[in-house]
């Protein structure tokens, strides 16, 4: 007999591997930067699509992904705890962006291009507003606060091409329930008509 997982089982995996990924590859592109691009004033982040991508499929769960994109950064370049707490706590503002979901509809998004690379880069924004406020609160310039927008240009221009490749691939940029129920519905009349 089949056994089949409950949704609650798929979440959890699906969050698991989505935070993995995330992980590893943010470790990676900020050991990357430091060993072969140390002069560079720019930096890279998987974290605002990763994040972008996890709201799509499970809504406010991404906070999981988008605190832990900061934990990695700050435990991959030794930061104080005022950077842990403008990382981690800066990136959760992120999930602003999931009241986009409301107008124009999660559905809306998926399929509209434009929309899609929007709600990253708004993702992105976000998460850079966000750590340039919680900076201010730990005694931060304003002068500071900008550099959070001017060194995350290439994340910016990253987050909008991965946004744009992840909504054409299947079930990768879509609400799992409703990826889940229609991959059902798939199956049971491929069923039906043999």
Not at 103 to 112: F, H, L, V, Y
Not at 136 to 144: C, D, E, R, S, V
């Amino acid at each position: 007999m089949e056994r089949r997982r409950t949704v609650g089982q798929y979440r959890v995996v699906d969050l698991l591997l989505f935070a993995v990924m995330m992980a590893v590859s943010e470790w990676l592109v900020i050991h990357a930067g430091r060993f072969w691009f140390s002069d560079q004033l720019y930096t890279l982040s998987i974290v605002p699509v990763m994040t972008a991508i996890v709201m799509m499929r499970w809504g406010p769960w991404a906070a999981i992904h988008a605190a832990l994109g900061g934990a990695v950064y700050c435990w991959a370049s030794g930061a104080t705890a005022a950077q842990w707490a403008v990382y981690c706590g800066g990136n959760l503002l992120g999930l602003a962006a999931l009241l986009l979901f409301h107008a124009p509809g999660k559905e809306r998004i998926r399929q509209d291009a434009l929309l899609t690379m929007g709600f990253g880069l708004l993702t992105a924004l976000l998460m850079q507003l966000g750590r340039a406020l919680l900076s201010l609160l730990f005694g931060g310039t304003a002068g500071g606060m900008i550099v959070f927008f001017t060194t995350d240009v290439i994340t910016l221009l990253f987050t909008a091409v991965v946004m744009w490749i992840v909504r054409r691939l299947d079930g990768i940029f879509e609400d799992q329930i409703n990826y889940l129920l229609r991959v059902q519905r798939e199956q049971e009349e491929e069923r039906e008509s043999y």
